[in-house]
Nanobody, 122 residues
Framework: QVRLVESGGGLAQAGGSLRLSCAAS????????MGWFRQAPGKEREFVAA????????YYADSVKGRFTISTDNAKKSVYLQMNSLKFEDTAVYHC???????????????WGQGTQVTVSS
């Protein structure tokens, strides 16, 4: 059974930083693209960042490029999202996801975590 568990969310001030973690189990971590999505109240879930371990490639939404960094640790089967220079509009529930092909479309990800709340105060 595949399980993704996020942690590290919380409250931060605008301009501050938070680091999210996602621990995966029940899958061969290196065969998947690991992604982060977020969903703000009243909005659709949107792509944030993704990492493909097989070729060490990463990609980001334009809204977070230069501020957020995704990284993975294959030995720990974990993916991280370092969020710097946080903005009020980054407030959302952040979900970890795993997909065979990856990409920016949430339909390309088969497995999802429950999410962790990130709140940025202005």
């Amino acid at each position: 059974q595949v399980r993704l568990v996020e942690s590290g969310g919380g409250l931060a001030q605008a301009g501050g930083s938070l680091r999210l973690s996602c621990a995966a189990s029940g899958l061969t971590f290196s065969r998947y693209v690991m992604g982060w999505f977020r969903q703000a109240p009243g909005k659709e879930r949107e792509f944030v960042a993704a990492s493909r371990w097989s070729d060490n490639s990463t990609y980001y939404a334009d809204s977070v490029k230069g501020r957020f960094t995704i990284s993975t640790d294959n030995a720990k089967k974990s993916v991280y999202l370092q969020m710097n220079s946080l903005k009020f509009e980054d407030t959302a529930v952040y979900h970890c996801a795993a997909g065979g092909s990856g990409g920016t479309d949430r339909g390309q990800y088969a497995y999802w975590g429950q999410g962790t709340q990130v709140t940025v105060s202005s």
